[in-house]
């Protein structure tokens, strides 16, 4: 069967530090990858997408940025953190194709301090 | 513009009474999966049911059924016999067939169940 891990859990970050979080996908090859954000009380926006290896999709120009540097492994990173990143992130997977179910991690709380 | 609108931001609904969540958007294109995800407070989001867009037939899942109006964009939740364990936030939610399983989310609606 197919999980989806997320780390951390919770992380709370001053202004101008960096931010990495990580998200992997095991029992599956070559998944479609997301990363959502969440503002309180909310729904989701999707931040980035990857269909591929190295293929980033942005859909909205922010302080933050994306990387798949492995076929089942997805990171969010920022060089400098603002107040205004706080939110909750969560990564997704589905299968390529006409496959439709999304499966979401945990979630990240990141609060900038 | 695609979008998707939730109009009841906080709902409540006795034990194991009938509650309707709707939802409606806005897509141009003709191919496309409907989705109602459940996200309770420890915030992970499951999956509560799926519709394809080109069956007329509404889809259901338990107690879970949806009211699908392809023509009105409209697609409403009924959650029959209500449990506690489904308080929760709702979310609708829509992805564009071939362009890449974006979702496109609603602003939820919050559903308590009291018992």
């Known amino acids: 069967s197919q999980t989806i891990h997320q780390w951390p859990a919770t992380l709370v970050q001053p202004v101008g530090s960096p931010l990495s979080l990580e998200c992997t996908v095991e029992g599956t090859s070559n998944p479609n990858l997301y990363w959502y954000r969440q503002a309180a009380g909310r729904g989701l926006q999707l931040l980035f997408y990857s269909v591929g290896i190295g293929q980033i999709s942005s859909e909205v120009p922010q302080n933050l940025s994306a990387s798949r540097p492995q076929d089942r492994q997805f990171i969010l990173s920022s060089k400098k953190l603002l107040l205004s990143d706080s939110g909750f992130y969560l990564c997704a997977w589905k299968r390529g194709g006409a496959v439709a179910e999304a499966f979401f991690g945990q979630g990240t709380r990141l609060t900038v301090v | 513009a695609q979008t998707v609108t939730q109009s009841q931001p906080e709902m409540s609904v006795q034990e194991a009474e009938t509650v309707t969540l709707s939802c409606t958007y806005d897509t141009s294109e003709n191919n496309y999966y409907l989705f109602w995800y459940k996200q309770p407070p420890s915030r992970q989001m499951i999956l509560v049911i799926r519709q394809e867009a080109y069956k007329q037939q509404n889809a259901t899942e338990n107690r879970f059924s949806v009211n699908f109006q392809k023509a009105a964009k409209s697609f409403s939740l009924k959650i029959s016999d209500s449990q506690l364990g489904d308080t929760a936030m709702y979310f609708c939610?829509?992805?564009?067939?071939?362009?890449?399983?974006?979702?496109?989310f609603g602003q939820g609606t919050e559903l308590s169940v009291k018992p």
């Open positions: 939610a829509f992805m564009i067939y071939n362009q890449g399983g974006k979702l496109i």
